[in-house]
């Protein structure tokens, strides 16, 4: 069974702080690690892949891999109210994580 | 540039019976996968087809079956309808799946 692990939250922070998003895997041998927003009621949407270790920034968005701990990150810089939603963690596009809440707090 | 279309967007069936959820992929998309989203859970992979055929299947009976058409167009398929398949059924596509994926809004699956 090949297992995707997020804190499932709720995870509350300040607007304008670093929100820290976690995931972990068990499949050693995945090569392909893609997060998704989901806001309630809606379907998921891409934010960011990754393949390689070390980080990937798309403006306030960083992903951060690490193979050798099976652990993926996100990191949402300057945290607003609009990011306030479910965050996805898929490793392949075969495994989901259950989420993680984030509450930006105005 | 539609992106991925589901239809219907609501449906209520009851126990034992059959239904057919349907999906256009977004243009120049040529994969289709099938998530099943319970409430308050990530999604479950379905199965995957490609160039007409079920390239990946996930942990789903076989009651749960599917078909792509030469338009990329596809059908999930339950047969024998449980309570247990209430949920929202996505449907998402691609070009290449290393770029990741494009979801529709999915249906909402009532079985009463």
């Known amino acids: 069974q090949k297992e995707v692990e997020q804190n499932s939250g709720p995870l509350s922070v300040p607007e304008g702080a670093i929100a820290s998003l976690n995931c972990t895997y068990s499949d050693r041998g995945s090569q392909s690690f893609f997060w998704y927003r989901q806001y309630s009621g809606k379907s998921p949407e891409l934010i960011m892949f990754i393949y390689s270790n070390g980080d990937k920034e798309d403006g306030r968005f960083t992903a951060q891999l690490n193979k050798a701990s099976q652990y993926v990150s996100l990191l949402i810089r300057d945290s607003q109210p609009s990011d306030s939603a479910t965050y996805l963690c898929?490793?392949?596009?075969?495994?989901f994580g259950t989420g993680t809440s984030l509450t930006v707090i105005p | 540039d539609a992106g991925v279309t589901q239809s219907p967007t609501h449906l209520i069936k009851t126990r034992g019976q059959q239904v057919t959820l349907r999906c256009s992929p977004k243009?120049?998309?040529?994969?289709v996968s099938w998530y099943q989203q319970a409430l308050g859970q990530g999604p479950q992979f379905i199965f995957q087809?490609?160039?007409?055929?079920?390239?990946q299947r996930g942990n789903f009976p076989d009651r749960f079956s599917g078909h792509q058409f030469p338009n990329y167009s596809s059908e999930l398929n339950v047969n024998a309808l449980l309570l247990g398949d209430s949920a929202l059924y996505l449907c998402?596509?691609?070009?290449?799946?290393?770029?990741?994926?494009?979801f529709g809004s999915g249906t909402r699956l009532t079985v009463v």
């Open positions: 087809y490609y160039e007409e055929e079920e390239r």
């Open positions: 898929a490793v392949t596009q075969f495994y």
């Open positions: 998402a596509s691609s070009l290449d799946s290393v770029y990741g994926y494009t």
């Open positions: 243009s120049g998309h040529d994969t």
